[in-house]
């Protein structure tokens, strides 16, 4: 079992930036892909970026791709998503996930909020 902490959600004006968390209580995680997810109201939840469990490759979906950052490290059992250039629509709960397969992630967090005004 992995248990995944989010951290760094918060409310910010549109342009602003900020740095989210996801910290994992298990070493097993770094043999795992991983990613962030989103979920707005009344919306489905969407993968908003992944990373690979080496780090060696990043996948971003269309509307953040240029604006948003993740990383991992894997000493600290970590992967952020550094968040720039934020706009009102990317409101929405972010979740992390991990597992072998990121398609279908094994292990969830509880979210961290992201509000963004205009």
């Known amino acids: 079992q992995v248990q995944l902490a989010e951290s760094g959600g918060g409310s910010v004006q549109a342009g602003g930036s900020l740095r989210l968390s996801c910290a994992a209580s298990?070493?097993?995680?770094?043999?795992?892909?991983t990613g962030w997810f989103r979920q707005a109201p009344g919306k489905e939840r969407e993968i908003v970026a992944s990373?690979?469990?080496?780090?060696?490759?990043?996948y971003y979906v269309d509307s953040v791709r240029g604006r948003f950052t993740i990383s991992r490290d894997n000493a600290k059992n970590t992967v952020y998503l550094q968040m720039n250039s934020l706009q009102p629509e990317d409101t929405a709960v972010y979740y992390c996930?991990?597992?072998?397969?990121?398609?279908?992630?094994?292990?969830w967090g509880q979210g961290t909020q992201v509000i963004v005004s205009s």
């Open positions: 996930g991990t597992g072998p397969d990121i398609t279908t992630p094994f292990y």
């Open positions: 990373i690979t469990r080496t780090g060696d490759s990043t």
């Open positions: 298990r070493r097993t995680f770094i043999t795992y892909h």
